[in-house]
């Protein structure tokens, strides 16, 4: 690779931070970058409400598959686990950050005002893991199965999980009604 400018592809030469990408699956995943990151980007926007953030963990969701290319046997699959996870970092930190926020504020406000706007990502975000993964993933577009799948869980258990997911969902949007 010497005299090749960091980062071209040459025949038989490793690609990627693991190095485990060589040529043909370069092409690959190339491919698979056209046909999936439009749709998981878009995914990511609508749950973090940021076109940049959303970007940020598409991108880095496929960083990431890259590293473990050779490992993974469901690239799409692993990438939505992979953006769920970003995800949910994501919405840790907002909340940190939140917190922090409000904790400054609330001296200077004595007087509390009621939330009028539901934000129904905070509201997906404050469902335990056990409920929120199974949530993203059925919602982003995998089947029951898929989601037993991909989270190693009964589809039993899955379907009780998301029953469970939207009757809190809708309990916590009634309450904010009443």
């Known amino acids: 690779m010497s005299g090749s400018p960091p980062g ?3 025949e038989g030469e490793p690609v990627g931070a693991a190095g485990d990408v060589y040529l043909g699956g370069a092409e690959y995943a190339e491919e698979l970058f056209k046909g999936i990151y439009p749709r998981l980007a878009g995914w990511v926007r609508r749950l973090v409400g ?9 991108s880095e969701a496929f960083v990431r598959l890259l590293s473990r290319w050779t490992r993974v046997d469901s690239p799409q699959s692993y990438l939505y ?30 007087v ?24 993203l993933l059925h919602y982003g577009g995998f089947g029951i199965r898929e989601v037993a799948m991909l989270l190693r869980r009964p589809e ?16 916590a949007l009634g309450d904010l009604d009443g």
């Open 50 to 58: 940021d076109d940049d953030t959303a970007h940020e963990i598409a």
């Open 8 to 10: 071209d592809i040459i």
């Open 112 to 135: 509390a005002y009621p939330e009028q706007d539901v934000d129904v990502r905070s509201l997906i975000a404050s469902l335990p893991p056990r409920l929120r993964d199974p949530f």
């Open 81 to 110: 686990v992979i953006a769920t996870n970003l995800i949910r970092d994501h919405w840790r930190k907002a909340e940190r950050e939140r917190r922090a926020i409000r904790s400054v504020t609330a001296a200077a406000d004595a």
């Open 156 to 171: 039993g258990t899955i379907k009780a999980d998301l029953f469970a997911a939207r009757a809190r969902l809708k309990t």
